[in-house]
């Protein structure tokens, strides 16, 4: 092993430190414990099964840690249930972005379903200006203490409900208002994405950009319906394609027609490690997709899909992926390019957010060894030739 790349693997406080694009985090997914907790006590949500903000971080881990995408999700009923009035949502929203900023993530994409919060006598659009303004105040919080980050919605419609027309539309009201797009979720078997497609089809009559959520909990048909019928911009997980693809014993690779559609076209993957884990769409870090998806060079991008059930947050996932494939900054590098051209924010901003924020962030990460090692070894381990 050389010197350098000794100094290439990344310490867990350079991963943290290193600048981060999240493109697939849902907003009902990253509440801290304490915050569900104070909620449901202000709004009288008598539901939880903990009122310990620790016990109850650790009851959402182990509950939703269950093999199977129903289970997992039936977890989202206590924070859905305390996020329905507009203080619980702008602060939700605001804590949400001062959270990734803080673990040096520099834009995100973060994600919620408007319909799912109308208990408390909201409107769609009273919705989305709340988490609005809380992304706004979470963005300047951070600001204040040193960090960058810009933070887009993106409006989720549930794939078993039928607004996702309705809900396409309030996307396209709000775009350049906070919202950048548009995404379906919710269980995946039994509810393909064609039902929506009036949705899908009204987004592309107005030139706007959807995700959705497919081949994670189903397999191929889902991936191939949500791009060849819905044409989605980006897939949602998209682990599954890994069953279009053929690792032959002598280590040649046959990619089937939807897998080589899906890299030759750089439809690009939100890849979601942890929560893939628990709802059971891999078996371990080390036999996640992402790791041959990544040196096949599909556009693969690291997520957190739900930061409370997975206990995550994007620093965590790197550090799994560190740990299992071995990546180094420049692998940390190629991911947040690799999520920054996929965003859904004009090309502009996302060039510059590549060139001004994301390369230089790294190279000077990256340049931190020249400088250890002058000082610590005063040339020890200079070759000589
Ligand atoms: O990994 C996932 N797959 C499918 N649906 C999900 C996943 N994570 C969360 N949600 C669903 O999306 C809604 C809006 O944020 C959540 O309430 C949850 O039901
Ligand atoms: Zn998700």
Request: proline share 4%; aromatic share 8%; with cysteine.
């Amino acid at each position: 092993m050389t010197s350098q790349t000794i100094a290439n693997t990344p310490t867990p406080e350079q991963i943290r430190r290193a600048p981060k694009v999240l493109l697939h985090d849902h907003l009902d997914g990253g509440l801290r414990p304490g915050t569900i907790v104070e909620l449901a006590r202000g709004s009288g949500y008598a539901q939880l099964p903990e009122t310990d903000p620790d016990k109850l971080g650790v009851w959402f881990r182990e509950a939703a840690d269950s093999g199977s995408l129903e289970r997992y999700l039936e977890t989202f009923s206590h924070t859905v249930g305390v996020m329905q009035t507009r203080d619980a949502l702008v602060r939700v929203a605001r804590e949400c972005a001062e959270d990734l900023a803080e673990d040096g993530v520099v834009y995100a994409e973060v994600r919620y379903a408007p319909e799912q919060h109308l208990e408390g006598g909201l409107s769609l659009e009273e919705v989305v200006e709340a988490v609005n303004e809380g992304f706004r105040e979470g963005e300047r919080l951070a600001r204040e203490s040193g960090h960058r980050i810009r933070v887009g919605a993106l409006l989720t419609a549930m794939r078993h409900a039928a607004r996702a027309l309705e809900i396409a539309e309030l996307a396209n009201r709000y775009r350049d208002l906070g919202v950048v797009g548009f995404d379906i979720a919710g269980a995946e078997a039994g509810y393909p994405p064609t039902r929506h497609l009036d949705a899908f089809e009204y987004l592309k009559r107005e030139n706007n950009h959807f995700t959705i959520h497919a081949g994670e909990a189903f397999g191929l048909p889902s991936i191939w319906q949500a791009l060849q019928w819905c044409g989605a911009d980006r897939l949602g997980h998209g682990v599954r394609i890994i069953d279009d693809i053929e690792v032959k014993d002598d280590g040649t690779v046959h990619l089937g027609r939807l897998a080589s559609y899906v890299r030759d076209k750089r439809i690009p993957l939100e890849m979601c490690p942890s929560s893939n884990l628990q709802t059971g769409a891999a078996t371990s870090y080390v036999e996640h997709p992402i790791g041959l998806l990544r040196r096949l060079h599909f556009r693969t991008t690291v997520n957190t899909d739900n930061r409370l059930m997975s206990h995550t947050s994007m620093s965590r996932e790197f550090e799994h992926l560190v740990d299992a494939f071995g990546y180094t900054l420049d692998d940390m590098q190629w991911f947040s390019v690799n999520a920054m051209k996929s965003a859904f924010i004009p090309f502009d901003e996302r060039l510059a957010m590549i060139n001004d924020v994301i390369k230089p962030g790294y190279a000077e990460l990256k340049s931190e060894w020249l400088f250890q090692q002058t000082a610590s070894t005063s040339g020890s381990t200079v070759e000589e030739g």
